[in-house]
């Protein structure tokens, strides 16, 4: 019934509101820590490692905030971070988006422009990992899209449109 990006600004505004960006980096912290030690399945890490190993530039695409999914992929090592952009003015987090969510085609967006190659230069290889269908679209324009612990129904559309699926 409503955008996502409405959706983000009313939950921004009614579990933050305004709210001082440095006053959040406590719970930010926490959460991360949380996350890696409860939820972080060792597959991820091994793939992460792996990827490096081979001199892969590992990027974070996610439709969460980048006020927090940045801290995030820094606290796993990643080069950087591709997120839905947070609206800030004077040092505090505001409720609503300056641009898009970075969801489904934006992302998809995003990470060509992330790629910021001058012209004439070769595309690197691109994998893209997801456990989500919205990502459908960054799945199908990666040289190799790897669907992670897909739901049944994903799993389905993965095979169909010659994915691989793998389980962590």
């Known amino acids: 019934a409503i955008s996502r990006k409405t ?8 579990f933050l509101g ?15 820590a949380l ?9 991820a890490l091994e793939v992460m490692a792996a990827e490096r190993a081979r001199g892969a530039r590992i990027l974070l695409a996610t439709a969460s905030y980048d006020f927090y999914a940045a801290d995030f992929a820094h ?3 990643m080069d950087g971070c591709i997120a839905t952009p947070s609206l800030r003015r004077d040092g505090k987090l505001l ?19 992330a790629l910021n190659l001058p012209p004439g230069t070769a595309r690197p290889e691109i994998v893209f990992y997801s456990d989500d269908k ?16 897909p739901k049944p129904a994903f799993a389905r559309i993965a095979a169909g449109r010659g994915l691989e699926v793998v389980a962590w």
């Not at 959706?7 to 009614?14: A, D, I, P, S, V």
């Open 134 to 149: 919205s990502d459908l679209p960054c799945l199908l324009w990666a040289d190799r899209g790897v669907v992670v612990n």
């Open 35 to 43: 996350f890696r030690h409860k939820y972080l399945r060792p597959g």
């Open 95 to 113: 409720p609503g988006l300056p641009g898009e969510n970075c969801y489904g085609a934006e992302k998809l967006r995003r990470g060509e422009a």
């Open 7 to 14: 959706l983000k600004t009313n939950m921004m505004r009614l």
């Open 18 to 32: 305004q709210v001082p960006e440095e006053r959040l980096r406590p719970v930010i912290r926490d959460f991360i």
């Open 75 to 77: 606290a796993l090592g």
